[in-house]
């Protein structure tokens, strides 16, 4: 027995299970993101010639609920710079406000000091890094698509551990199965970009984002997508409707319905 | 002077015996002397304006920004000393910070001079610190466009008024002006620096709380009133800065931004001839009438 | 300036508006040795003289670099200065790492100038007392800026702090058109030249007492800048030599033929 008096009036340690002193801390509730709740699904974007293509579907989903259904995951920045969340949709917000507020920040200097896509890509894999460091992340994995330094198409990805990845053809989730093979095809290395047209790269997502509305069971088939150029900024249209969805095949899949074989 | 403090102005905080807080009169000093500064209220928007002296010819032309933007649609421009009037912009900033971070909304101009109000008369009641040596004018422009709240998700019921009260009018312009007392009104046209009686003086004859003027209509009495005040400091150089807030439908869609500078060679111009026109009506004018 | 009931900290205004110890701060800056900045479209220069304190002692530095792209020269109480450069060099860093990209300039001076106006506001603090001429280059081109005590910056084309410093101030006046469209080397030159001009008469530059900081854009490299180089000691022998013969090769010219005439 334990006759100490930390243990006096105590239940028995063998018989109920040691005692659990984490309701004692004064600080107060210290709560870390275990898990996501409302989440939005991929994020896909492909660089051409003249600056970038992104989209996202419109959909939030509780778990396997599909629950919100025109959440425009693509957040502008400025008029050279868009970042396309998935993963956590209160997440997004918070990263949304905290990025509206760098941009209130930073014009209030003397015109001509921008921010562009490369800059806030290194802001927000340092934020996310510093989020996983405190072991209490972000839980997003997000596209940050714009115009580098140079004026130069720019397209990076970061997630919820920091990690940061660059290339020609990006996506996030599901996308990154489902898609990215097919975005591939378009333009493989850094020297295909130059040969890829605008009106190839926005049909090569939106073919893909009609694969991933048959595949990816939390998708929808409302979406945004933006594309990213010199002259023209950023050019969003956030309500855009997959057309000629039809399921007519599916009655020749094994298991449709009540069939059993 | 009548009655210069005598042992009652020689701390902060301090209330001499009819009743005065001296350091603050004398913070109000150092703003007499400073460049002048005038705000404008007209129907769709804010003007505002100032008279940088140039103090040395090395300064760089065009750089030295004196008014300061504060979120996206209020500008903030201060007579007195400079550093101070930084000061009172960076708090500023702080505030429009904090109270979108609380509402997630931009703040009303209204509450912002009332927070400011408030930190500046707090300088006056201890005396570890000294009085703001600078009067602000705080002109912006409320948004009565329907705005997407911060970082909104979704697009809300179908059906009703989603929280807000059917045909209550908001939004609009506002125009405060901010002594270093912390003692701050509403104006329609607002002046403040060496000039200020002279201007004064040519905005009341605007009329301005018909809320007619337009807008561009006035950039130019802006000017005008710029060149009219510097006959008080007529032996410096000095620089013309003017800044203005629309609404969302006006030429800056409801953000704060300096006046192009085509529209702004063009009012110098007028606001110029207006003067040397003035002159020849004093000068000429009783030559040719002697001739007749 | 005497001394009166209203001078003995920084939270009391004179009845004529004034802040007398901040007005006292900057006499200090006034008392170190005179330091200069000249801004083109490409580039920014800062020419010091430095000041020995006995024969045998070394030179106060004058020229601090911060970053690669902006550098600063101070004027007054060289212990401030290292304050606020420590500082400075933090937010650089800091704003390097967070963005991917060197500070702008105004930035940089913007927080100096807040700090150093809180501590003309408060009474537990003195106003610092250096003046500063911080040059650099960002993403808008070179840009020289003066910081004063006051916590007043200004962005400027030329500037001069320091004592004797009208003299230079004379002399940038004199050529301020020449300024925007001068070379390195050309700018260098009236840097050195114009720092001269505020020497007291039995003084010269030397490789000991002259010290010298270039940044400017480049057309190539990373960033497109040119890193902020410090030229002290013997490396700006040739920099002297460049710019104090021509300035003396017309004087040296008229002497040589009067004294012919006399003999």
Redesign the interface.
């Known amino acids: 027995m334990n006759h100490l008096p930390q243990a006096w009036g105590r239940p028995r340690d063998d018989i109920y299970g040691h005692y659990d002193p984490s309701h004692l801390q004064t600080a107060g509730p210290n709560a870390h993101t275990q898990q996501p709740i409302v989440t939005g699904t991929s994020v896909l974007a492909v660089k051409f010639k003249d600056g970038i293509v992104i989209a996202a579907d419109n959909l939030a989903s509780y778990g396997s609920l599909a629950r919100f259904t025109h959440v425009h995951r693509l957040r502008p920045f400025n008029d050279r710079a868009l970042v396309g969340f998935g993963g956590d949709i209160s997440d997004m917000q918070y990263l949304d406000r905290l990025l509206n507020s760098l941009d209130v920040n930073e014009n209030y200097g003397s015109p001509g000091h921008v921010l562009n896509a490369q800059n806030l890509h290194t802001y927000l894999s340092k934020v996310m890094y510093k989020r996983r460091s405190d072991m209490n992340p972000l839980w997003n994995s997000m596209l940050v698509v714009g115009l580098d330094g140079d004026d130069k198409p720019f397209l990076s990805s970061v997630d919820l551990l920091g990690t940061t990845f660059s290339s020609p053809t990006l996506a996030t989730g599901f996308g990154g199965h489902l898609a990215q093979p097919l975005l591939r095809k378009l333009a493989d290395d850094e020297s295909q970009v130059k040969d890829v047209t605008r009106e190839k790269a926005v049909a090569a997502v939106q073919e893909c984002m009609k694969v991933l509305f048959y595949r990816d069971a939390r998708s929808l088939d409302s979406y945004s997508i933006a594309v990213i150029t010199k002259e023209g900024g950023v050019e969003l249209k956030e309500d855009e409707q997959l057309e000629g969805q039809s399921w007519a095949f599916a009655d020749t899949i094994r298991g449709y319905g009540t069939q059993v074989n | ?1 009548t009655s ?2 005598t042992g009652y ?4 905080s301090v209330f001499s015996p009819d009743g005065r807080n ?2 603050v009169e ?8 400073g460049g002048t500064c005038i705000g404008i209220r007209c129907k769709n928007g804010i003007i505002l304006a100032t008279e940088k002296i140039i103090t ?5 032309p065009g ?3 004196r008014i ?2 504060v ?2 649609n209020i500008g903030v421009v201060s007579a007195g ?4 009037g ?2 009172f912009v ?1 708090r500023a ?1 702080d505030e ?2 904090s109270w ?2 609380t509402y ?1 909304a931009p703040i009303p101009v209204k509450a912002l001079a009332g927070r400011l109000g408030s930190y500046v008369q707090a ?1 006056t009641l201890y ?7 600078i009067t602000a004018i705080v002109g912006g422009w409320d948004t009565d466009a329907e705005t997407k709240v ?2 909104q ?3 809300g019921p179908a059906v009703g008024s989603g929280g807000k009260v059917d045909g209550a009018k908001k939004g609009g312009p506002g125009l405060y002006m901010i002594e270093p007392s912390g003692l701050y009104w509403g104006y329609y046209g607002a002046a403040t620096g060496k000039g200020r009686q002279a201007a004064k003086a040519e905005l009341e004859k605007l009329d301005l709380s018909s809320g007619t003027l337009e807008l561009e209509a006035g950039v130019m009495e802006a000017a005008r009133i710029i060149y009219v005040a510097h006959e008080d400091s007529k032996d410096k150089d000095f620089e013309l800065e003017m800044s203005w807030v629309s609404s969302v439908d006006g030429p800056t869609k409801g953000r704060h931004e300096q006046v192009p500078s085509s529209l702004l060679e063009e009012a110098e111009r007028r606001a110029k001839k207006a003067m040397e026109g003035e002159d020849e009506e004093t000068g000429s004018g009783e030559g040719e009438k002697m001739e007749e | 300036m005497f001394r009166n009931n209203y001078d003995n900290d920084a939270v009391t205004f004179s009845p004529q508006g004034r802040i007398f110890q901040v007005e006292y701060a900057s006499e200090a800056v006034k008392q170190g040795s005179v330091v200069v900045g000249i801004a083109s479209k490409t580039h920014t220069v800062l020419v010091a003289l430095k000041r020995n304190a006995e024969e045998l002692s070394s030179y106060q530095k004058k020229i601090i670099g911060i970053d690669e792209h902006f550098g600063l020269a101070l004027a007054g109480l060289a212990s401030d200065a290292r304050v606020l450069s420590n500082f400075m060099k933090r937010q650089a860093l800091a704003s390097k790492m967070t963005y991917g990209r060197p500070i702008p300039i105004e930035r940089i001076v913007e927080r100096i100038g807040d700090r150093a106006q809180t501590s003309t506001q408060v009474y537990t603090k003195r106003p610092y007392g250096v003046g500063l001429l911080v040059a650099g280059v960002d993403e808008t081109g070179p840009h020289l800026f003066e910081f004063q005590p006051s916590g007043m910056t200004q962005e400027m084309v030329a500037c001069a702090i320091g004592a004797r410093s009208q003299m230079a101030r004379t002399y940038l006046e004199r050529h301020l058109d020449k300024f925007a469209d001068s070379s390195r080397d050309e700018l260098i030159k009236h840097g050195l030249l114009a720092l001269k001009e505020s020497l007291s008469q039995d003084k010269e530059l030397t490789v000991d007492n002259a010290s010298l900081g270039v940044t400017g854009v480049a057309k190539d490299g990373k960033r497109k800048i040119e890193t902020f180089k410090l030229y002290d000691g013997p490396e700006i022998g040739p920099l002297l030599e460049a710019a104090l013969e021509t300035s003396e090769a017309a004087p040296a010219a008229e002497g040589g033929e009067s004294m012919e005439v006399d003999t």
Do not use: C, W
């Open positions: 002077m210069i403090g102005d020689l701390q902060n001296f350091q004398y913070a109000v000093k150092a703003v007499e002397n040395s010819k090395l300064l760089r750089a030295n920004r300061a933007t979120d996206r000393l400079v550093p101070d930084r000061h960076s900033r429009a910070s979108r971070s997630k300088y005396s570890s610190v000294r009085p703001f040596g911060d970082g998700v979704g697009i």
